[in-house]
């Protein structure tokens, strides 16, 4: 490194910690307290109006008789998630055995993880709100009562512990510990973060002193243990009995056509624009944009490899979101393809994943490698206009669903 190109790259290096404390100061008591406020009354008012699907009240009713947790578990054994949420469950059930209980805890979850957004997630305000407000915020992962909006709320909190001023190691590893044990599509998620936040400390992005080789070795062999430890847990709670209907067989490689190869990216697109087909109702297994023939296909696959693209761009801000996004993106993509078909709450990780590595991205000071102006002004000009139509775009879904329940309201 020259002389001049010293000085330039600490003043760059110093302008993006600027910019990123910037973003972190973009809240204020007033402005969590009404956007909250609105949030709460929203989810509450689609909330009564909802009916519950019948997995919701399935894993209600397993909970609340079940007569302690050695029953539960013998009882859940063919659910295919860990017990997380069926345990949160059968501790409100002791309260109340009324459904409106179950309710009433997801919508408590729904807004602690409003709050979190609010007042930690390093974005501009108007991104917060489109995120919050957004279908899998306010509606996917808030009215229906399933596990997936606990396991959000937990990939927030382990993003917030890491990406502190005074690193909160134990509080990370007890979030992604947790959001292990909320479904299959958590454990992924939660193994990726504990990757990205394995790479960040053996190769610190803003920290010259980097650990030592022993203290590498002594850490690295815990963290295995703990990972193996946490893995054999969920894996236990997730395997199927001999007699189960559904067992989960992976499909070969080479049994995917040209046709679904090249769909596999699409479902990227589909996680951020989650719009469905309206014909006298919402059609939930289909999507608007679901292509019909080979040159729409290919015109969403080139939408969707440019979104992905953008995706990368701005993960590579910072080294550990890099490998988050890249990770969790990939893995997820192929989860869906081979094992799990799944449908929109499912492909939802896929927006999780997006979030967290751009909360990671612009959590703190950017990579040594990418601290030239040169290379961040990019970043930045996507991350504001990207994560904006993300966010629209789910939020933009929202009208069709508060249209749907007024419509059940009327016909009752």
Same mark, same amino acid.
């Given at each position: 490194?020259?002389? +001049? ?8 290096y110093a ?6 404390e ?15 406020? /609105?949030f ?11 009916e ?9 009713? /397993? ?7 050695? +029953?539960?578990v013998?009882?859940?054994r @063919? +659910?295919?998630?860990?017990? /997380? ?5 059968q501790?409100?059930g002791? %309260? ?23 007042r930690?997630?390093?974005f501009?305000?108007?991104q917060?709100?489109? /995120?919050?407000?957004g279908?899998?915020?306010? @509606? ?5 009562? $399933?596990?997936y909006?606990? #396991?959000?709320v937990?990939a927030?909190a ?9 690193r909160r190691?134990?509080w ?26 394995a ?6 992005d803003?920290?010259?002193r ?9 850490? #690295?062999?815990?963290?295995l %243990? ?6 054999g847990?969920? %894996? ?18 080479v049994?995917?056509?040209n ?6 990216p699409t479902? +990227? ?10 014909e ?17 296909l290919?015109?969403?696959?080139? *939408? ?9 761009l701005?993960?590579? $801000?910072?080294?550990m ?17 081979l ?18 590595? *751009?909360?990671?991205?612009w ?5 040594a490698?990418?601290?030239s102006?040169e ?5 930045v000009?996507f ?19 508060? $249209?749907?329940?007024?419509m059940?309201?009327?016909? $009752?």
């Amino acid at each position: 490194m020259t002389s +001049e190109t010293a000085p330039r790259t600490g003043m760059a290096y110093a302008a993006a910690e600027r910019d990123t404390e910037r973003l972190a100061g973009t809240t204020s008591w007033r402005f969590e307290v009404v956007t909250l406020s /609105l949030f709460a009354a929203l989810i509450s008012f689609v909330s009564a109006f909802h009916e519950p699907w019948k997995d919701e009240t399935q894993a209600w009713r /397993l909970a609340i008789d079940s007569n302690g947790l050695r +029953e539960l578990v013998h009882n859940a054994r @063919y +659910e295919g998630h860990p017990l /997380l949420w069926h345990v949160l469950l059968q501790l409100v059930g002791h %309260v109340s055995r009324s459904w409106w209980a179950a309710v009433a805890l997801h919508i408590v979850i729904a807004c602690v993880g409003t709050w979190l957004v609010l007042r930690y997630a390093p974005f501009t305000r108007l991104q917060k709100v489109l /995120l919050v407000f957004g279908y899998f915020s306010a @509606y996917e992962y808030a009215v229906v009562i $399933r596990p997936y909006g606990l #396991g959000m709320v937990l990939a927030f909190a382990a993003c917030i512990a890491w990406t502190a001023r005074r690193r909160r190691i134990g509080w990370a590893i007890a979030s992604l510990a947790l959001l292990a044990n909320t479904t299959a599509l958590g454990t992924m998620l939660a193994m990726t973060m504990a990757l990205a936040f394995a790479v960040d400390w053996a190769l610190p992005d803003d920290v010259v002193r980097r650990p030592s080789k022993r203290a590498l070795l002594v850490a #690295g062999g815990l963290a295995l %243990v703990a990972t193996v430890l946490v893995l054999g847990i969920t %894996v236990a709670q997730l395997k199927p009995p001999a007699d189960a209907a559904y067992v989960g067989e992976a499909k070969s490689a080479v049994s995917l056509s040209n046709w679904d190869i090249a769909a596999m990216p699409t479902l +990227e697109l589909n996680a951020l624009v989650p719009i469905a087909e309206s014909e006298g109702g919402l059609l939930w297994s289909r999507w608007l944009f679901q292509p019909q023939s080979r040159f729409g296909l290919a015109l969403l696959l080139a *939408a969707s490899l440019e979104v992905l693209a953008i995706g990368c761009l701005i993960a590579a $801000r910072r080294r550990m979101a890099l490998v988050c996004f890249v990770v969790g993106t990939t893995g997820y993509l192929l989860f869906f393809a081979l094992f799990f078909p799944g449908t929109l709450h499912h492909h939802g990780s896929l927006y999780v994943v997006w979030i967290v590595s *751009a909360w990671l991205a612009w959590g703190g000071a950017p990579s040594a490698c990418r601290a030239s102006s040169e290379m961040i002004a990019p970043a930045v000009f996507f991350f504001r206009r990207a994560r904006s139509l993300a966010a629209c775009s789910t939020s933009s879904s929202m009208s069709s669903v508060v $249209r749907m329940h007024l419509m059940l309201l009327h016909h $009752r």
